[in-house]
């Protein structure tokens, strides 16, 4: 009898415990924004890091678009330890990020460049780039003190494919991708076998990352001699 009180006691405790909400966590120097584009008609929270003494240095500051919200927590923590390994200069970083809902669809829709039955919402990329372009970036420079000559991007798996597809079509809109894990199966490796001849043949200057397992490093542009 004992032993059956002291069991309903503690799962009433946990039940209880269960229910009641976890007080918000607030991360420093990060900021929340919403955004709907006109053209594609989804709403994107951009979950923004901000580099440390922002709101008194008066100084303005490279942006890096990282797809995908969930690296948020991350890239957060990078920005932070960024101020003792001193290993990268201080950027403004914004992640876009599909909401808690629904996201892996949308993705899929947003970061592939063609439709394919794999996934049957796909072949938006270029309609997402266009947001980028001519909605997100022009937001993001008129929200915070940006260096509109310095942005990168950065994608993994479907976000990763998407960054090779911007480099392509849009070679001087970022000056820095990082494609971690890109997809580049995608549709046969249409973009990977189309984007050969044309990245090496861009007039910006953009380096380019692609990291798996094994990681290298390939700087697209013109070569130097």
Do not use: C
């Not at 892996?104 to 780039?129: I, V």
Request: hydrophobic share 45%; proline share 6%.
């Amino acid at each position: 009898m004992t032993t059956t009180h002291i069991s309903f006691f503690l799962l009433a405790a946990f039940v209880s415990r269960a229910q009641t909400p976890e007080p918000a966590v607030s991360l420093a120097d990060t900021q929340q924004r919403a955004l709907t584009s006109a053209k594609i008609g989804q709403r994107y929270e951009l979950l923004v890091s901000l580099p440390e003494g922002y709101a008194k240095s008066g100084q303005s500051y490279p942006v890096l678009y990282v797809l995908d919200g969930w690296h948020f927590p991350l890239m957060a923590f990078i920005q932070e330890n960024n101020v003792y390994s001193k290993r990268m200069r201080p950027v403004i970083i914004v992640n876009v990020s599909h909401g808690a809902t629904g996201y892996m669809a949308l993705r899929a829709r947003d970061f592939t460049p063609t439709r394919t039955p794999k996934e049957a919402n796909s072949g938006g990329a270029a309609a997402f780039l266009d947001f980028l372009e001519h909605e997100l970036i022009p937001f993001v420079d008129r929200t915070w003190r940006t260096m509109p000559t310095d942005r990168g991007l950065l994608g993994h798996s479907y976000g990763g494919l998407f960054a090779i597809y911007a480099l392509e079509q849009q070679p001087a809109l970022f000056q820095r991708i990082v494609a971690a894990s890109p997809a580049l199966e995608w549709d046969g490796r249409l973009l990977l076998s189309a984007a050969r001849d044309r990245l090496r043949k861009l007039s910006a200057h953009v380096r380019l990352v692609f990291r798996w397992e094994m990681m290298a490093t390939i700087t697209a542009g013109p070569r130097d001699g």
